[in-house]
């Protein structure tokens, strides 16, 4: 693709056709233009000249996705921070990204934090976009090609280290091509985003959007009752959701059926267990199975609509432009054969910000190295078994032992400290630590919670603590996670 397809250019051919609808009442196209054109002559005048990152810190509404597009509008890359980390751990992705400034939520007690933290960033509260003056034109050839980065979504490795993902227009919009590809029109229509927009999946529900000029229904956190009260309305084709999610949404309506306007169940983020999949088919909800990550853009292989009955989904198969191999020691392997998950195609990210490191293992030779297990059964379906070695996924929210583990080791009585997740109905996995005293020492649990609480996003602190004489460790010294659990 040569050319971007922005927001001006939806909003040149379909003005009035409607864009976001949410608690701010619903803006099309031209309205959302609008505002984000303020937003960005606001930006031009506030921000200085540079292409570093620009972070939103914001709600999952309107105003977070107008100033989305006025970042983009300027050229530079958005940078979305994930509104569940604390002070410290934003700090630390600011810093690393270098970036030009932090717009937030007036109210968020973060912002001063950040301010005394990051004296050489600006700190913002954005302003009202209704406030802001008109007059500001882009440029003509705004802002670049395709291979320009959009956004950069940070995504900590097995290591616990974040790592930005640079991600372009270009890949975004293979992305969406290839969702179409699979899915069909219900990519066009209207998609309820229920999911957080710092995130990959809610970013590419916003960029579908612009590509195909459907509308977007926003609500800014899940809950049942409000996703099962729009489903009902009849009017949405499509719905992005984690195993999470949908447990709980049926366990919220209970025995009755799918609404018959729904086209499109997207479930991702975390393996989904079979039963919970089936129960979901059993009552037509139209579950297509998704495997993907951030580096590649949201999708690697998605299953097709189902079909009306059908007690299983369809495999799992690469999307459009994505090609999928299977290797063990750097060899390819046959079906049926468990290996590393490697990636090729357009939606591949172009690299990791500022992280020459990271990049030489995870690209190599135009492949991206994804670290997680899986096989390729013989018609080419792709069945993932595990996202990491040592990866939790809790609530479909990422979870790195390694980073929790150097938190707890930090308590004065904590001797050492292992994590991992054992299963969970309901998140799919639950964090538990493992933890050795001092000897001499002692620490309650309280004061384990207390001390995470300080660091840690909510997600990410332990669910449970328990307490032994020893971790299990190779002779090398090498913590075996897998151990802790059995």
């Not at 002559?41 to 570093?52: D, I, R």
């Not at 912002?111 to 034109?137: N, T, Y």
């Not at 227009?169 to 209207?190: H, K, Y």
């Amino acid at each position: 693709m040569t050319m971007r397809h922005d927001l001006l250019w939806r909003a040149a051919r379909t003005p009035d056709a409607p864009a976001l609808e949410g608690a701010d009442g619903t803006w099309s196209f031209a309205e959302l233009a609008g505002r984000a054109c303020r937003a960005a002559g606001y930006l031009c005048a506030t921000v200085p000249a540079g292409g570093s990152p620009i972070a939103l810190l914001m709600n999952g509404d309107a105003r977070f996705a107008a100033w989305l597009h006025a970042v983009a509008l300027t050229g530079r890359p958005v940078l979305p921070l994930n509104l569940r980390l604390t002070a410290s751990e934003l700090a630390g992705q600011l810093e690393h990204a270098r970036a030009a400034c932090v717009l937030g939520e007036a109210g968020d007690a973060r912002l001063e934090d950040l301010r005394a933290r990051l004296p050489g960033c600006p700190v913002i509260a954005a302003p009202s976009l209704d406030w802001l003056p008109a007059g500001w034109e882009p440029p003509e050839d705004r802002p670049g090609d395709g291979d320009d980065i959009l956004a950069v979504l940070y995504t900590s490795g097995t290591s616990g280290r974040p790592k930005g993902a640079c991600l372009t227009w270009n890949n975004f919009f293979a992305s969406a091509r290839a969702a179409e590809d699979r899915l069909g029109a219900a990519v066009c229509r209207r998609w309820l985003a229920c999911m957080p927009l710092f995130h990959v999946g809610g970013l590419s529900i916003l960029m579908r959007s612009v590509l195909f000029g459907g509308p977007v229904r926003l609500q800014s956190r899940f809950e049942p009752a409000k996703v099962s009260e729009a489903l009902d309305g009849g009017d949405i084709a499509a719905i992005s959701l984690v195993p999470t999610m949908l447990s709980r949404l049926l366990a919220h309506r209970g025995a009755r059926a799918a609404p018959g306007g729904l086209q499109v169940l997207l479930l991702g983020g975390a393996a989904a267990a079979p039963e919970l999949v089936a129960r979901a088919l059993e009552k037509s909800y139209p579950v297509c199975p998704t495997y993907g990550l951030t580096e590649a853009t949201s999708q690697v292989a998605t299953a097709a609509p189902p079909r009306a009955g059908e007690p299983q989904p369809s495999p799992m198969l690469p999307v459009l432009g994505t090609e999928v191999r299977i290797v063990v020691e750097g060899r390819d392997v046959g079906p049926g054969t468990e290996g590393e998950i490697v990636v090729r195609g357009a939606t591949v990210m172009r690299g990791y910000l500022h992280d020459a490191e990271a990049n030489a293992r995870a690209l190599r030779d135009g492949w991206l190295h994804t670290g997680d297990l899986g096989y390729l059964d013989a018609a080419g379906g792709l069945h993932v078994l595990d996202r990491r070695d040592d990866l939790v996924v809790s609530g479909g929210e990422n979870v790195y032992p390694a980073e929790i583990e150097a938190v707890l080791l930090e308590h004065p009585a904590v001797e050492d400290a292992g994590v991992t997740g054992v299963p969970d109905a309901d998140l799919g996995a639950r964090v538990v630590a493992w933890v050795v005293i001092k000897p001499g020492c002692s620490a309650s649990i309280e004061s384990l919670q207390r001390h995470c609480r300080v660091t840690l996003a909510g997600f990410k602190q332990p669910r449970e603590f328990r307490f032994v004489a020893a971790l299990p460790r190779n002779a090398a010294g090498k913590l075996q996670r897998r151990r802790l659990a059995s």
